[in-house]
């Protein structure tokens, strides 16, 4: 269908279009016009992803001026997603406007691992050794090598794309990995280095979020990006973590061994250098003296990692004179580590600021801080002198100088804490020296400056005003929609008290009383006697999860348990995780019933859809605060007190709802099967997924904590479903699974769906 | 307010006694006020459910052969329903079979019982409905876990039998919320749509993915009962012939019996009893073997033995009446002549509200609600076009 919105032709490629989906575009539009940015809260799956590509790109088309749509996503599954639904707008728009006039390149990029075709390299594990593999096939000097001896191996797929590829670009089209990856098999050319070129060309770019936000990444994939394009975060419900991750470090005993023997194996090569070919070396140096500057005009394989400090931090001047010289450097790095294992070896937490650890390290070891802040680019060049490959094998001296460049670097906002073993298992000697930025706000900087808009967007973001300080940004607009049901398929529920009237809590003085426990378990076992198919448990943490499993093994709950439903249990460990994700999948195909036991912030909470059937409900044990014994929590709590004017409780309080959300919200409920209701058009199946969520823990009762859900489900959260027993909640489970089981009015759902004609009247009516 | 001034016919204590619980009629609105169910409304209901299981005039296959899962397993003894499911089941079941056989005197049916992990057979495909409700009644005990597998691996070496005519359908009645399977349930699925058999089933607490499954996969239905008068109404959905079967829709000839009643005080061997029996009996035309009941399969030649009465009451689904047209009420209209008068079946007056009034779309007489379902579940003619006809003979 075609619309109008405030004088912008908007193509959406089905037939009807949801109440709040035009909302969202208005309130999207008003952000672009204003060039500002914006932060929008819309319930998950009522079409984000087709609304804002829909609207950006109508937008591109009328203001040709505007240079590229970046849509970050989180993961390669989300970003495949996301290229298909443009797929399906793209074809829409040319049948509309004829494929001259939508004529638009979008494509996907991600890391090597996801793209290399090479035959052997492709089948490489990890990203890093992947990253290796390819420059030892692609680095400059290889392949000038290679010229004159045929026995040195390239990547015929890299000669390709060098040879015509830069040249050529790629034709007009939505590329997603895999068609880039057939593409690239097509032609011979190298996927990767392909997509990286056609993104300055690009109108649409897809990619992580990372290669924004980190600046060892987005210095180099996002430098060339103009002002005027749209950056979306999709999902960024938990932005404020991954800007920390792009600038926090972490160092153990372990790296700092591989520092010292990737040292001792410089000192090797660089002497082989000298007695071959010292005039390299000398070149360097002679390079160095001038400055980095010319670093920028590597060549495109050459360069693998930017600085890790934010641009703008970088200093435009030439290395210190005493890291100059290639033995110089690596003797001042093995200075460092050694200061650093010193550091490393206490039985004390130590917590501290950049400018004391500093400080004392020029004064103990002898390095100043100047040098500090060079040391990733100096270590960048001397591999590169050095002509080293093997870059994988690297990646620890990679790490310390990482740390000493952003020490050297930042004042504020970062913290340093040593701890010598994790608080929660002190018999285990396991020293860490912790980087960690306590200021979300300083990686996203960057991006909020250089960019135009900036949307930031995800079904979770209350409460919304919070995300704006955190961020420290000024939105134009911040709006948080509601949704219209066709039916009330969702049933939120918060369970306070047991099926003995007495309350119920993960609080700390009450977790391990056994009535507790016990009525935990008879709500569970309750539950699996009601609800069909899968069920999904969320704990607090890993050691609860255990201690609560543990007594009902005891009690016998657990064996009652598994007569109505097996059960499987998310441990720390990937692999198992996953193997009992798939045999949970399958029990609930076969119509056993399973369910599965995982932990609030763990990997399945983050990131797994129990969709449909396989998630009828969602049982949240307990309010999951993060572990406040912390010290990395508290630095960051104390930062955000005296920095942002943030209460300690307000921050704990949001994180644990927001967390135990995201947990409920595994539950990923596909309000209206949207796909099937707009691709059908006319023949509207609204025969919608639908499922429960129980919030057991009186301290969910509060005010303080109800009112920071978010208000489409507020307004799903009936008076008469606070304050539950377990009694009362199985009652209202089997009501609500009855009622839901019916064949639903297709008369209703209609009336949530706007068809073109709809959107017309309402634009013909002037006070709307 | 808007329902005083309705003015129902019948007075809400009279509407308690003539309904069986009339407290579930009730209806707790947001505000926690009771309000009773809205009498025209369920009228709606009611017919829009008559009006999607019509449709157009289609072929029907009225030979049918229908295996009755029941599921008796732990969960049946649940007492959600009153006094448990497995007793509402049984008794809904029993009005199913016999109005089945009332209105499919052609047609077989056997009833399996899931209880314990494993399926057993309580009676066999047969034609006779007392027979099956006094084996089901037998057999009223619950325990164990059910399988949905095993019952219907056990229905599919039924209906293997079964005559190419036939139509192959299995019903489930299905209280449990998982199946308990000694192997992989998709596989038989697949079996049993290889094998043309549509399972349906009817679940009594909540929607189940692999029912679904089963029944989208093999073109059945799927509902879940909300309470005992919902679980019955949509049991008795399967009662009416389903459609013909696409494939066979060439016309194929089925050799069948018109056997005679025997003389009474002959003595004879029964065939289905084997045992000697005095009197009664039918007689099989081809090999004269006596049998007690029809319709029923000769148990030594095979052949299919009906009476003409059976036949006859086959007659009304492959020529239905059509279903009447409901006219709206408008209150404008409501006092002029055009809409005044009275039901044409039994008098009552149809201005006053509290009944919908219907039109026969065929001799445009209108009928009450009453009217409108005693003459298309029961009487299956139309007094108004039978009126037409005669008057045109006349």
């Given amino acids: 269908m075609k619309f109008v919105i405030e004088g912008l032709t908007v193509y959406f490629p089905y037939e009807f279009i949801y109440r709040e989906q035009y909302a969202y575009m208005v309130e999207l539009k008003h952000a672009l016009d204003a060039r500002g940015h914006c932060l929008l809260e819309m319930p998950t799956g009522t079409g984000k992803t087709i609304t804002l590509l829909s609207l950006i790109t109508s937008y591109q088309l009328a203001n040709p001026s505007l240079a590229k749509l970046i849509y970050c996503t989180r993961t390669v599954h989300e970003m495949e997603k996301v290229l298909d639904e443009l797929r399906r707008l793209h074809l829409y728009q040319e049948k509309e406007i004829g494929s001259s006039r939508a004529k638009i390149l979008a494509l996907g990029l991600s890391s090597r691992k996801n793209l290399c075709i090479h035959p052997v390299v492709s089948g490489e594990t990890s990203r890093e050794s992947v990253d290796a593999g390819c420059r030892k096939l692609t680095a400059s000097w290889v392949r000038a090598a290679a010229e004159t001896n045929l026995d040195i191996e390239t990547c015929s797929f890299y000669q390709g794309y060098e040879k015509q590829g830069s040249e050529q670009p790629l034709p007009p089209g939505v590329y997603t990995l895999h068609d880039l990856r057939v593409y690239g098999r097509q032609r011979g050319w190298c996927p990767y280095f392909l997509a990286r070129q056609m993104i300055q060309f690009a109108n649409v770019v897809v990619y992580n979020y990372q290669y924004l936000l980190d600046p060892k990444v987005s210095g180099i994939i996002s430098k060339e990006m103009q002002k005027e394009c749209i950056v979306v975060f999709d999902e960024a419900h938990n932005i404020d973590n991954v800007c920390i991750e792009a600038l926090s470090v972490n160092l153990r005993q372990n790296n700092l061994d591989g520092a010292s023997r990737n040292i001792h194996k410089l000192n090797q090569i660089i002497s082989r250098f000298k007695e071959t070919d010292a005039n390299r070396l000398r070149q360097e140096y002679n390079r160095l003296v001038e400055g980095l500057a010319q670093q920028g005009n590597l060549h495109g394989s050459d360069n693998w990692l930017a600085n890790p400090v934010l641009p703008e931090d970088i200093l435009r001047e030439a290395v210190p004179g005493n890291i100059r010289r290639a033995e110089h450097f690596v003797a001042f790095l093995q200075r460092a580590v050694q200061y650093l294992r010193e550091r490393l070896d206490t039985d004390t937490v130590v917590k501290e600021g950049p400018v004391s650890f500093t400080t004392t390290m020029s004064t103990a070891a002898g390095l100043d801080q100047k040098a500090l802040k060079f040391c990733y680019d100096r270590l960048h060049s001397l591999l590169l002198t050095l002509e080293v490959t093997e870059i994988d094998e690297f990646l620890h001296v990679q790490t310390v100088c990482n740390f000493l460049t952003l020490v050297g670097t930042y004042t504020r906002g970062f913290s340093i804490i040593i701890e010598p073993y994790d608080e929660r298992m002190p018999h285990i000697p396991d020293p860490v020296l912790q980087l960690s930025c306590l200021d979300a706000s300083l990686a996203i900087k960057p991006v909020f400056d250089r960019f135009q808009s900036v949307v930031i967007t995800s079904g979770t973001l209350s409460p919304i005003d919070l995300y704006p300080r955190l961020l420290n940004f000024n939105p134009v607009i911040i709006h948080s929609f509601t949704m219209t049901l066709t039916r009330d398929c969702l049933c939120p529920m918060i369970l306070a008290r047991g099926s003995d009237q007495l309350p119920v809590s993960s609080k700390f003085d009450m977790r391990s009383d056994p009535g507790v426990v016990r009525n935990y378990g008879r709500l569970l076992l309750e539950m699996v006697a009601t609800v069909p198919d899968g069920v999904v448990c969320f704990f607090v943490s890993y050691s609860y999860m255990d201690g609560i499993i543990n007594s009902w093994n005891e009690m016998g709950i657990l064996q009652e348990v598994m007569q109505h439903k097996l059960v499987f249990i998310e441990t720390q460990d990937y692999v198992e995780t996953t193997l009992a994700l798939e045999n949970f999948r399958q029990a609930c195909d076969c119509g056993r019933g399973a369910v599965f036991f995982s932990v609030a912030r763990g990997k399945v909470a983050e990131g797994i859809d129990f969709d449909r059937h396989y998630g009828r409900l969602v049982i949240m044990f307990g309010v999951p605060f993060q572990y406040t014994l912390s010290k990395i929590l508290n630095a960051r709590l104390e930062y955000l007190r005296d920095t942002f004017q943030i209460k300690e409780g307000d921050f704990l309080t949001f994180d644990a709802v927001a967390s135990s959300l995201r947990s409920v919200l595994r539950l990923f409920v596909y309000l209206y099967q949207r796909q099937a209701a707009q691709c059908v058009g006319r023949v509207i199946r609204s025969k919608a997924d639908y499922g429960m969520m129980i919030f057991a823990d009186k301290r969910y009762n509060l005010p303080n904590k109800r009112n920071k859900l978010p208000q489409w489900i507020q307004s799903q959260l009936r008076e008469e479903h606070l304050n539950l027993s377990t009694d009362m909640a199985v009652h209202i489970a089997r009501e609500f699974l009855r009622r839901m089981a019916q064949p639903s009015d297709p008369q209703v759902s209609k009336s949530t769906l706007l068809s073109q004609e709809d959107l017309e009247k309402m634009a013909a009516m002037p006070n709307f | ?394």
């Fill in chain 2, 1 to 394: 307010m808007e329902e005083e001034d309705k003015a129902p016919d019948m007075e809400a204590w009279e509407r308690a006694y003539a309904d069986d619980r009339s407290w579930e009629s009730l209806i707790e609105d947001e505000s926690g006020l009771l309000k009773a169910g809205d009498d025209v409304q369920q009228q709606r209901q009611h017919r829009r459910r008559l009006i999607q299981a019509s449709g157009p005039r289609i072929q029907r296959g009225i030979i049918r052969y229908l295996c009755l899962i029941l599921d008796f397993s732990r969960a049946a003894g649940e007492i959600d329903f009153r006094p448990s499911r497995m007793a509402v089941v049984a008794k809904a079941v029993e009005d199913f079979v016999r109005e089945y056989f009332d209105q499919n005197p052609l047609s077989q049916l056997g009833i399996i019982v899931m209880k314990n992990g494993i399926a057993s057979v309580v009676t066999e495909l047969s034609g006779s409905p007392e027979a099956h409700i006094r084996a089901l009644k037998s057999n009223l005990e619950s325990f164990g876990e059910a399988s949905l597998q095993n019952g219907l691996e056990l229905a599919h070496t039924y209906v293997q039998h079964i005559p190419s005519y036939g139509h192959r359908e299995v019903v489930i009645v299905f209280s449990a919320l998982s199946t308990c399977d000694p192997g992989n349930i998709l596989e038989t699925v697949k079996k049993c749509k290889a094998a043309r058999m549509k399972c349906s089933v009817v679940g009594l607490t909540a929607e189940i993915y692999i029912c679904k499954h089963i029944s989208q996969e093999t073109g059945g239905s799927y509902a879940v009962a909300m309470n005992e008068g919902h679980l019955k109404e949509i049991l008795l959905e399967h009662v009416p012939p389903p459609a013909a079967m696409p494939d066979a829709s060439s016309a194929s000839l089925v050799r069948m019996g018109f056997p005679q009643r025997g003389s009474e005080g002959a003595v004879a061997i029964c065939a289905c009893h084997k045992e000697l029996r005095i009197g009664g009996g039918y007689i099989c035309p081809r090999c004269r073997a006596r049998v007690c009941e029809l319709p029923t399969e000769c148990s030594l030649c095979g052949l299919a033995l009906v009476s003409s009465a059976h036949l006859a009451r086959s007659y009304h689904h492959l020529f239905p009446i059509p279903t009447f047209d409901e006219l709206l009420v408008d209150a404008s209209l409501r006092g002029k002549s055009s809409f005044a008068g009275s039901c044409f079946g039994c008098r009552i007056q149809l201005s006053g509200g509290g009944s919908l009034r219907l039109r026969c779309p065929r001799c445009k007489r209108d009928f009450c609600f009453d009217c409108d379902v005693y003459i298309h579940e029961s009487l299956h003619n139309c007094p108004g076009c039978e009126t037409l006809q005669e008057e045109a003979v006349t």
